[in-house]
């Protein structure tokens, strides 16, 4: 394979899993994550959990994350966020682009 085109999870780039509790269904948090995920060129996915969470996967540069994380104590103006936590998450599937995940 020819330098360049091999994606390799390098310092350069984290992946995080983060688990946003409150009231953060129904509210578009999925949504405004993913936005905010692309603003900040991560990749990654974000999805509902079965307990009313929403579980966001994001990987790329170290800050982009930390800010991703940061956004996520908040989201979008009709959450209201009780707890936020994170993880070091395995590199173990390929990210594409920022998505919602059913």
Excluded: K
Aim: charged content about 25%; proline content about 6%.
């Amino acid at each position: 394979m020819a330098a360049g085109h091999e994606r390799v999870n390098t310092p350069a780039s984290i992946r995080r899993r983060i688990v946003v509790r409150g009231r953060v269904q129904g509210v578009g948090f999925r949504y405004a994550a993913v936005n905010q995920a692309r603003r900040l060129g991560l990749r990654g996915w974000a999805r509902n959990l079965p307990d009313g969470g929403v579980e966001i996967v994001a990987e790329g540069d170290p800050a982009a994350v930390e800010a991703m994380i940061d956004w996520s104590r908040q989201g979008p103006p009709a959450a209201r966020v009780s707890s936020v936590q994170h993880t070091e998450e395995a590199s173990a599937e390929p990210l594409g682009q920022f998505g919602v995940r059913w």
